[in-house]
């Protein structure tokens, strides 16, 4: 009896000691996955489309595996080969379960993977529905970053020359400027007026996707639409005079642009080599710290001709919209729901982001989250001063098929091998038979 006794007394202090180990258990809570070393379950595979950020999704990936002891693996896209590495992702048994579209196009190719978003921690956390692709009530997509884009220049080299932003608010006054800039180039000391317009993959779409944006947006405004399964290419001679203006005054002879690259753009532009650099936000990683001082870095729209464009503003969208692999497990998608949620709501992810440069369009990035970035602050002042900003109509272009063809016919011209009816061609026949196949493949 005395055993038995002492027995139930050893349980019984047993269970007081557990009680009081689970009275005084760290919360977890804030961390999906719970605590590092905890039982958890679940992985993240993110096949991300920004290759100028891929060491911090890998950084930020391993604080949050951590953490939470959830793994993150971060696999990123050589630059102009996401839409086809990530067909190859997908058909792999081990599928990314975080992946990106481009908009309502890039929607329509992968919907049937995409995880309805209405009900998840981060698209609650959005600003506004203007930032989700939606059908219906339906959420298949949530843009994680707002970019701006436009005609980046150097205010202490234009000045030099002679002028200001305030000088330059038509394309007749920035073709003046940077005319006059290239004939006198020896004289400012620079190699041109523009960075070169190179036409490698790290470069090209800056000028198949993001000029070309320019007499989409038009002729979408002038038509009254916000998207076609037949261009008329009513703005062409625009696009033709502003491609003109960038390959007749840069730092290269426009034969040698097949081998010019994105980086060398950045570099030239950084080192003071040029005035001009269309390009956008994300950009400043590349270029600061080198010949440009920041308070010298300055954003000014692309200007292409078009009735009342001295009231137009910079180019402003995205094209980087977050969706979830519904045929992953449900572990899977619960791991991936709570990474993303972790991203945008917690202090570690909201500094990763903000160091990233991105513009996050999240209720919790308040103004210590923004980006210390002057081209954002060129945008933000752009908009003060009442100026409209230009859609990014790129997310309704066809295909890449299309960007890929008319990218090759601008080269062409550019080189003196093709002709400018070819890049014509490419633009408006190249758009309806890329809409023609999406309908037969969706039909």
Not at 293 to 302: A, Q, R, T, V
Not at 369 to 386: F, K, M, Q, S
Not at 389 to 410: D, H, Q, R, V, Y
Request: charged share 25%.
């Amino acid at each position: 009896m005395k055993k038995l006794i002492a027995l139930l007394l050893s349980v019984m202090m047993l269970f007081a000691v557990l009680a009081g180990c689970a009275d005084k258990a760290p919360d977890t809570s804030a961390n999906p996955g719970g605590a590092a070393g905890s039982e958890v379950s679940g992985s993240v595979y993110y096949l991300s489309f920004k290759p100028e950020q891929s060491k911090q999704w890998t950084a930020l990936a391993k604080q949050y595996t951590e953490l939470t002891g959830i793994p993150v693996n971060i696999v990123t896209a050589a630059s102009g080969t996401y839409e086809s590495t990530l067909k190859s992702e997908m058909a792999k048994t081990k599928a990314p379960t975080l992946f990106q579209v481009n908009g309502p196009i890039g929607l329509s190719r992968w919907k049937d993977y995409c995880y309805d978003l209405s009900g998840s921690e981060v698209y609650a956390e959005l600003k506004s529905d203007d930032f989700a692709l939606k059908e219906d009530s339906a959420v298949y997509g949530i843009a994680y970053v707002i970019e701006t884009y436009g005609l980046i220049y150097n205010k202490a080299l234009l000045e030099k020359a002679g002028y200001s932003a305030k000088d330059i608010t038509s394309f007749t006054d920035l073709k003046s400027a940077a005319e006059d800039i290239q004939s006198r180039k020896d004289e400012l000391g620079v190699l041109g007026a523009f960075t070169s317009a190179g036409m490698d993959s790290s470069s090209d779409w800056r000028f198949k996707t993001h000029l070309a944006n320019l007499p989409i947006y038009y002729e979408y405004k002038a038509d009254g639409i916000g998207t076609t399964e037949k261009i008329k290419g009513t703005y062409l001679d625009n696009y033709k005079t502003v491609w003109d203006l960038y390959i007749n005054n840069s730092t290269c002879d426009p034969k040698m642009l097949s081998s010019k690259t994105g980086d060398e753009a950045a570099s030239e532009f950084a080192l003071g080599e040029a005035v001009f650099y269309q390009n956008g936000t994300w950009a400043y990683e590349q270029i600061k710290g080198y010949e440009v001082l920041d308070e010298d870095i300055g954003m000014m729209p692309i200007y292409i001709g078009a009735e009342g464009e001295e009231n137009q503003g910079l180019c402003t969208g995205s094209e980087n919209y977050w969706c979830v692999n519904k045929n992953a497990s449900e572990e899977d998608i619960k791991a991936t729901l709570d990474f993303i949620a972790w991203c945008v709501k917690s202090a570690e992810g909201k500094t990763a982001l903000k160091d990233m440069g991105f513009v996050c369009p999240f209720k919790g990035f308040t103004e210590e989250y923004l980006p210390d970035n002057p081209l954002i602050a060129a945008a933000d002042e752009t908009i003060a001063a009442g100026k409209t900003s230009i859609a990014w109509c790129f997310p309704t272009m066809p295909s890449e098929e299309w960007k890929n063809g008319l990218g090759s016919a601008l080269l062409e011209y550019a080189q003196g091998t093709g002709t400018w009816d070819a890049v014509k061609t490419a633009f408006v026949d190249g758009w309806a038979k890329e809409y023609s196949l999406k309908t037969e493949s969706e039909s």
